[in-house]
């Protein structure tokens, strides 16, 4: 990904943590965010193009995935955006992709599936 960061936006503690500690040992910068409107100061404040990724939880306690990638489709049109649920439905997929998801995760996944999606959209991540 060339020295890009991969954002992570996810309520759940545990998984925020997860994948910090698998994309870092992957050799991927991270950053993490427990809330949708922290995860939006950090992209409208952030230098163009800083961000690689972002992989977001569709359900947060302040709004939903759909809602974040709208706004980030407004504020950083070119960032790919990987939603996460454990709630996965093809309604739920639709709208993703609809809302200009590049892909989609059910929880729980493996580490070789979130890497093959990284792998998949931005380039080679371990």
Known sequence: MNAKIVLICDDEEGMRRYLKKMLEAAGLAVETFACGASLLRR??????????LLLQDMMLPDTDGISI?????EL???LPVVLMTAYANGEA?????????CDFLSKPFTREAILEVIRSTVGPAG
């Open 76 to 78: 950083r049109p070119a």
């Open 93 to 101: 997929a639709a709208a993703a992709r609809t809302g200009g998801a």
């Open 69 to 73: 990638l709208k706004r980030v489709r």
């Open 43 to 52: 992209i409208e404040g952030g230098s163009p193009g800083d961000a690689g």
